[in-house]
Every structure is written in structure tokens, then in C-alpha cells.
DNA sequence: GAATTCATGTAACTTGTTACATGATTTA
DNA sequence: TAAATCATGTAACAAGTTACATGAATTC
């Protein structure tokens, strides 16, 4: 469901081939919501099938054809109306397997657990770098041109990837002060 | 793959009904990780078929019949193997319709944003709350019992939840002043 | 008297993943 | 010369959701 209202936001602004729309995918919408290409593919040609696009094929030389998708007048209206409309409960799909791995740990030697929590980090110090580059370049859009809503709108969810980063790097420094406390008692 | 392991983890501690592993489910696993029933009488056929369980129906007077499901020394080591074998890239799976949808928001009038936020932050203030009382919960076991690892280790992720939580609403209430400095700007 | 809890599941469906198949061009 | 990129998809499978079906006991 998501899926396809995201797939119509997008072809909004113009027409794309599917592979566009997953390149598109990684460097964005991808920190928040994730698709394989076969999934792609088979979502343009549902979206097709139910009249909110269009597709057009073109010509390449050299280069297997491209499958250009438009939206259809229809397509807008469904995805304004999908956005206009908020469910009632909203937030993350909350499935997290470093969370699960952690509620059994209790199972595992400490010293390991300290290991993949220095891991996370990492991980996260990389992320957040990640999020910093992509609000710089936003920052900057903005600062151009005052009137641009897209961007403005856009670095609202890269602020979140920031205060996230962030707020999981000192939970896991938190745990590991924790556990090494634990380590040095059970000495 | 990941709720066959949590059904084989809870199982470790005592057998257990479908119904009685969703109930579980529902008041710990359920903040990281969720499932149907009907998903978990599925995976725990399919686990007693790979003979990680074993079940004995126990009957019961004026109530259905239990379907009791036993770990196997096979489904022990599954499990552990599992445990110890954390995979290359962690976190969280990263689905989040708030946050499409916010990508999308320049779309919609800023006022209806600004209410989207407000009600955003209610529903995480009420989540932190039931963080807060679960680990009250946890601390006092831990408090009578300092060799309790069990739940030492269970109350780092609630301890996540409230990093996360607080962090949720930090941006979120960043989110409405950058948005009501637009508005009176554009006034 | 209605709703919830206890307890089992099946069936149909949607969504998401992985592997396969094709084939030219560009880059390392 | 091997690989990655561009570009299309199909097929099989795994995971997740929703609806249906049954029926007693308890709680509001």
C-alpha cells in the first residue's frame, strides 16, 4: 500500500522508468522505507492496471529500451488523497533484530555484547554522517531559493535521522558503561 | 527467520500454548518485533516439523484443549547458534509512514503538518510513560536480586525505548517551530 | 445480554525476498 | 578481461495480514 503511493509522490514531480524510481529510492526515501526492483516492477505495472499511470516506450540506441511511467490525473488524486488522510496510529514498524538479540543476551558472554554494541556505534557514527552531508546540501538548496518547500519539507526527515543517530549512539555508550559496572562486580 | 528464534528463546524458560507465546509477545517482544497469531501456530508447526519443538495436547475440563509446545535439545542449539552469530548489519528494518509521508508534506498545508506533529508527540509521550513503569518493574527485580541477568538485560531495551521516545519528541517539537517560523514568515 | 478471554486453527490474500534470464556499454 | 551499470522483467518462495470458524467461561 505504502509502496504505491510513494512510487505515485514520486512520479509526480516526472515520468520515470522503474529501474529511475529504485535509483531514486536509494539515495532518499530508502532511510525510512525499503523495495526491492522486482517489487517495483510489479507495483507500476498494479498501478497501471488500476489507471493511475500511463507508460510509454522509448527508443535507446545501443541500450535496452526504457519503460517511461507517467501518472494519471487519477493518480494525483489518490495520492493526495492518501496524504491528506493520516491513519490513526502512525510511527515505525518497529522491527528491530539488534533489540530482540539484546532481550536474549542475558545468554551470551559480556565481553560479546560490549563487541556488538561498539559495533552499533560505529554504525550509527557512520549513518549520522551520512544524514550531516545530505543537510548540508539541503541547507544550502534552501538558502538559495526561500521558497522551496520540497527541500524545507524533505530536511525535516533528515533531522530525524540525525536526532536518532545520535540518540542511539548514547543509549548503546549508556549499555556499555552498564555492562562493564556488571563485569567489574562479578569479578 | 527471526520469529522462529524469538518462539525458540521464549521457549527455552517453559513450554508454552500459541496463545500463551502471544501473550507474551504482546506486553515485551512486541516494542521491537511483532506477529499474528495465526503467524506463530504457522512458524510452530513448521519449528516442530524441524524438530526444534516437541507438543503434547493436555486436556482441560470446560476449556479447549492446550497444544503445549517443548524446545528439544535441537531447538536449544538453534537457538544459541543463532544468538551468538550476530549478522553484518543491525538495526532497525526502517519502515516508517510518518516519515513518508512527511517527505510528501510539502504537498499539504503546514497547519495540518503542525497537528500531525502535536499528535505525534502525544502518542510518544504516552509510549515513554509505559517505558517508565516497565522498567520501574525491572529495577525492583533487579534491586532484590543482583545476580538477576535476566532482567538486567531486558531493561536495556526498555532504556532504548525511552532514548528513543525522548528523541522522538525533541525533534518533533524542532519540527513545529521550524514550521511555525515559515508560516509567519510567508504571513 | 454483550463483550472479552481462552484456545484452536485454516484460507485467501498481500507484501517482500532471492534467484534466474538477457544483453549491450562503460569503467577499472 | 572482469566488473559494474543500464534496463527489462518472471518465478518461486517466505513472511505478514485479515477474515473466517468454533465454542465454553467469565466479566461488565
Redesign the pocket.
Known amino acids: ?4 503511493f510513494i512510487l505515485l509522490g514520486l512520479l509526480i514531480d516526472r515520468p ?8 531514486f529510492f536509494n539515495s532518499s526515501i530508502n532511510f525510512f ?7 517495483i ?6 498501478l497501471e492496471k488500476q489507471g493511475y499511470l500511463n ?1 510509454k ?1 522509448e527508443q ?10 507517467y501518472i494519471t490525473e487519477a493518480g494525483k488524486k489518490a495520492f493526495l488523497g492518501w496524504l491528506e488522510k493520516f491513519p490513526e496510529r502512525l510511527g515505525s ?1 518497529s ?1 528491530n533484530e539488534f533489540l530482540v538479540r539484546l532481550f536474549f543476551s542475558s545468554r551470551l558472554p559480556d565481553e560479546d555484547l560490549v563487541f556488538h554494541f561498539r559495533k552499533y556505534i560505529k554504525d550509527m557514527e557512520n549513518e549520522l554522517g551520512i544524514y550531516r552531508i545530505i543537510e548540508e546540501r539541503l541547507n544550502s538548496r534552501i538558502a538559495k531559493d526561500i521558497g522551496c518547500r520540497e527541500a524545507f519539507h524533505q530536511r525535516l526527515t533528515v533531522r530525524r535521522g540525525i536526532h536518532y543517530a545520535q540518540s542511539e549512539i548514547s543509549w548503546a555508550r549508556e549499555c556499555i558503561e552498564e555492562i562493564t559496572r556488571l563485569i567489574s562486580r562479578n569479578k
Open positions: 500500500m505504502t509502496l504505491s520515470m522508468t522503474g529501474y529511475d524510481l529504485k535509483t522505507w525499503s523495495a526491492e526492483l522486482s517489487q516492477y510489479r507495483e507500476l505495472s498494479r507508460s516506450v535507446q540506441e545501443g541500450r535496452p529500451n526504457k519503460k517511461l511511467y514498524e522491527k
